[in-house]
């Protein structure tokens, strides 16, 4: 009877030990604030914006410890706007349902690195698998983002990505979309994503080069949705390098982005930023440039300027104040100059992309 005891009660520990190493986590992330903003084409506005820098979300993670380093799991994140309860994150073809910020299966181990199957970030992006350094705004925050001016790619469908372990703080990133848009077609009539770079973290440096291209055969966003209509492909390739050093109390960083699009956008980007420790918190400037020019646009103003040539330069101020270790209060300022094509045309009749104007948002972000 007492061989007995012990035998279950060996079991029972060892059946603790195991449900030990699986874990489940709901998670989330809510930020809200208010954003007045101008440009040269429209008057001054105001409104309440979910997610300015980060995106409201909530999402369910889980792993399990397969022992021996080696490791499955799972993220599967929804974004939304807090400010009308509505569905955000969604591209390519995700709809208003679903997990539109990331729904991705992977797994790891630490001799032979990560793998991963479903919808993330770009390389250059967010999320999970990105690498993107050298810019104290990421992809947040506006007019501050490293994507406003640039051209990044964003959340892509049907990806397969590999990370290398860490080799004495350099590891290198792999990734490729079987189908922006969807998968279904042909090979030949899907939009393809490839993308590769590398990351170095150590020694008071971050730093990372990034090289990714789109040949757009099939899925292309705003024109159509199956590439067989008549629009012209659009290869597109793009780097981005950053980097960033830690001073201790002050961390400087610079980026740099090469833009070059068939028919399209040809560009360069350039930014200068750093985060300082700032009265409990971090204040965090900018200073970027980009010059280039946009094949499929040609603009005659009244000035008589006439070209597909583009200039702009874009000041960034923030700063976030922790009101505890899920809550931080946020401010932000930016102002926008341009000339030339972007002086006289306006590509989009959204705000959100300020050419000429500014832009001033106050909120508060609770993280669970």
């Not at 429209?42 to 410890?65: C, N, P």
């Not at 690498?131 to 640039?150: E, R």
């Not at 090979?187 to 170095?200: D, E, L, M, P, Q």
Request: with cysteine; proline share 1%; aromatic share 16%.
């Amino acid at each position: 009877m007492k061989k007995s005891l012990v035998a279950l009660g060996v079991l029972g520990a060892f059946c603790a030990f195991a449900y030990a190493e699986s874990s489940v986590t709901l998670y989330g992330l809510i930020e809200e604030g208010v954003l007045v903003q101008k440009n040269s084409k429209a008057a001054a506005s105001v409104q309440l914006k979910s997610g300015f820098d980060q995106g409201s979300r909530w999402g369910i993670r889980g792993i399990e410890d397969l022992g021996g380093g080696n490791a499955v799991g799972f993220i599967l994140e929804q974004g939304f706007a807090i400010d009308d309860g509505t569905v955000a994150n969604g591209s390519y073809g995700t709809g208003n349902s679903g997990f539109t910020r990331e729904s991705i299966l992977y797994a790891q181990g630490d001799d032979w690195g990560s793998f991963a199957m479903g919808r993330t970030g770009a390389l250059s992006f967010a999320q999970s698998r990105a690498i993107l350094t050298g810019w104290v705004f990421g992809t947040g925050f506006g007019a501050g983002a490293w994507t406003t001016y640039g051209n990044n790619f964003a959340r892509i469908n049907n990806t397969v990505s590999y990370q290398t372990p860490d080799f004495g703080g350099f590891k290198l990133s792999l990734m490729y979309g079987n189908g922006i848009g969807t998968d279904t077609e042909q090979w030949s009539h899907n939009t393809h994503y490839y993308g590769i770079g590398a990351i170095y973290e150590a020694n008071n440096i971050k730093s990372s080069l990034i090289y990714e291209n789109v040949d757009w055969k099939g899925f292309r966003p705003g024109f159509n949705t199956d590439g067989q209509t008549g629009f012209p492909k659009r290869d597109q390739n793009v780097i981005n390098f950053g980097f960033e050093y830690d001073c201790g109390s002050w961390t400087p960083m610079f980026a740099y982005q090469w833009d070059h699009t068939k028919d399209g956008q040809q560009s360069n980007m350039f930014g200068l930023s750093a985060k300082v420790d700032a009265g409990g918190g971090d204040f965090m400037i900018g200073v970027r440039y980009i010059w280039g020019k946009n094949t499929n646009y040609s603009y005659s103003g009244a000035n008589g300027y006439d070209s597909n040539k583009f200039r702009a330069w874009n000041v960034d101020l923030g700063y976030i104040y922790p009101l505890s270790k899920r809550t931080a209060l946020k401010a932000f300022a930016a102002y926008t100059g341009s000339s030339k094509l972007w002086k006289t045309y306006e590509f989009t009749s959204s705000q959100d992309t300020i050419y000429n104007g500014f832009q001033l948002y106050a909120g508060i972000r609770h993280s669970f």
